[in-house]
């Protein structure tokens, strides 16, 4: 796994943790906006094997 597909699966992580320790839903919207942003990543395989 490249840094890139490394940074945003730990960003997912955080920001998952984030929206439930905070009930935000500027962080629920931004944790989904990454995730579809992820799901296009040539390496999306690897960035939803390490998140799930």
Same mark, same amino acid.
């Given at each position: 796994m490249?840094?890139?597909a490394a940074g945003?699966?730990?960003c997912l992580i955080?920001? #998952?943790i984030w929206?439930?320790?905070t009930e935000s839903e500027v962080?629920?919207?931004r944790?989904?906006?990454l995730r579809d942003?992820? #799901?296009q990543h040539s390496e999306s395989?690897?960035?939803f094997h390490l998140i799930d």
């Open positions: 490249r840094q890139e945003i699966a730990v955080l920001y #998952s929206s439930f320790q962080m629920c919207d944790f989904y906006q942003y992820a #799901s395989a690897a960035i």
